[in-house]
């Protein structure tokens, strides 16, 4: 069947034949007229914002996976299976966190097609921190969100043969693909798809491909993308998959979910707060303010997501152990068992800083970019800012098992943006 | 359909109408009778050495998975997938290393058999060891055998999409969770399952239960077996499973293949020389002979397994990516991308002495033993013997990080072997 995107009218009349969606959109099952406004960005998918016009209240998302890359065309063919493995995560994350996974009214794997909560009152993380918004719960959000999501598809909780099995069904060659050259390899290369600024200096280009320590760090990160299947993951859980408002916090667009190391998720969440951390530089001082305290703000929210998460991986994991009578490490003392608890969560914090580094540095010099990066118009100023991301993420790669907790991070970070030099 | 084991001429029948196994046992084809010995060793498998009475250098060997564990019988159900999974790693690991792995002439999924090469003139290297026999080739074919299994199921060498194919396709569920209970759980628990001979300290049996480090390592790998997917593995590779003459090694009894941790193979064949070293101290005692220059011998096989191995291993891999113009790591100056190969091979040299402690602790302590161990008739000294193989172990999985070269675990093994204190 070839592929065509809906008209309104189809749409429309497509979701007016599913119960489930009817009984979201229209008050007491009343056929109106739906408002349908496309809303993707143009990337990958399409989505539809789909409004009933005389009750507004009533609104549903419709995203849609052509077997494209939207942005090329036809030309550029993609497996739909990225529907199935968004819609498969969202099911189960939001089985394991509802109040922070959009509810899924309808699925179509013939259409590729799911139909979800609307977040009308929500907007995306990123533009929030971009404005300078602090959101008081957003990180004991996201702190639960990670342990419940990570801790439930591990080896910790699962059986082994329902966990080996789950693995089996998550894996996502395609996405996967992405991350595995976009993230982990490009960004060391001269390669083609790179951007880099005008200003870099090319020295800052010429340690990220000549570092002997920070390629081998980089490849250690990309091997345990590859080879450790530890958990489900969101697999893309950057500040512009999150939507949050001053109650609410939402994980949206799990396409990229598959069985990885629990670290990609919460280095990808924290190398995001770093990258919003030193670009408040800039974005701190357009109105004439002063960046400090928000940038503080944002080194709380990383120990608060880092500290939270740990409190609550390590509980669920003592209430599962304490319930189900068995533990991982077989019968044990307390304190054995305690001690290696402690030893996972450095091992799993090494983990994450490693990830959090590499996911910085794509954002400054791979193809896709952040916004709070490519919205600095002073071309020094955001090359000065870029290095100092550069800087940090290097230092967290290569020296991620010696940073044992998350507040030598953030000394990290202070001190990486009090930095003056360039490189030279 | 309920399964029944063959009869003898039932099987003789059978083979009869397979025109690939006939031309192995008769010569112009000409009907003649064959000989059936059953010689499993009734633990798991019916297996049978079928020979023609005429001809007997014309012969195969047939092993056929019954649907329960045969040593209980019925009652204990054990699925039959275990044949699949032997004789896809059978085919796999013959088109890799055709001169190590028996030949299968023919498989059939419906009766869980398998007829392969009989290997007449060779023996299990488990007993030549015992025996004092020293195979000149052996250690080299093993180095090589490894290093070409191991490679070319990774992400070094397989594109991502083959290997997560090749990964998903052989997970391996019940062998899986045998491994998991029997090697990296039970053996640190006071589980019923475990063995221990008479005169073993109670200290070194609390030592395993207790001492933190110990029990933290031991999880790590843990872990890291059902974690770490990467590459096919043998997954049972001790030296019951190899079968040697002065010229030619061949390794068997691949049921337990799977996707995991390189180091898992080349531990296990390390632990069993481990075990065999600190064992020929009763053994090359026996006809009042000097146990230590057949002590050297077994050493030097480690040596000489892990540094074939490792060179083997770099030279496929350089090999690999001149060829193909991708590196791992991305493109890269050849020192940035030596210092990554250095790197990779000092991780799995850690994992490989985790995996070879864990290994030789199930020996010990766990169910199932090693006749080198268990034949020593003098209770003290097979105690005094245990105590080191303990405390060799414990070492490895401790210290794994810190031994940077095999030479370190001979200087271990050897200073272990002087060491006349026991447990206290």
Known sequence: MEFEAFTASALADYLGGIADVRARLFEDDAPADLDIAEVGDGNLNYVY????????????????????????????????????????????????????????????????????????????????????????????????????????????????????QAMSASVNIELCRITEDLV???????????????????????????????????ADMKWAFMNHAETLLHGDLHTGSIMVNARETYVIDPEFAFYGPMGFDIGALIANLLLAYFSRDYHGRVDGGDPRAYQEWLLEQAVTIWNGFSATFLTLWREHESRSGKRFIGTAETRVGEAYRAHFMRRLLADTLGFAGCKMIRRIVGMAKVAEITRIPDAQLRAQIEVRCLRCAEALLVQRAALTDIEQVTLLARETLLDKSSFS
């Open 184 to 218: 982990f390899t490009f960004p060391y290369e001269d390669h083609s798809s790179n951007v880099y600024s005008a200003a870099l200096p090319a020295s800052a280009i010429a340690r990220l491909r000549s570092y002997e320590p920070l390629r081998c760090a980089a």
């Open 49 to 164: 914002i789909v409004t009933n016009a005389k009750a507004r209240e009533h609104s549903v998302v419709v995203k849609q996976a052509p077997p494209f890359l939207r942005l090329v065309g036809k030309n550029w063919p993609l497996s739909c299976q990225r529907m199935d493995h968004e819609v498969a995560a969202l099911r189960r994350f939001g089985a394991l966190c509802p109040q922070h996974v959009p509810c899924v009214y309808h699925a179509d794997e013939k259409r590729f097609l799911v139909v979800m909560q609307h977040l009308a009152s929500h907007r995306i993380l990123r533009q929030g921190l971009m404005d300078g918004v602090s959101y008081p719960l957003f990180a004991q959000h996201m702190a639960n969100y990670l342990a419940h999501t990570l801790f439930h598809g591990s080896d910790l909780f699962l059986a082994p043969d329902i966990k080996k």
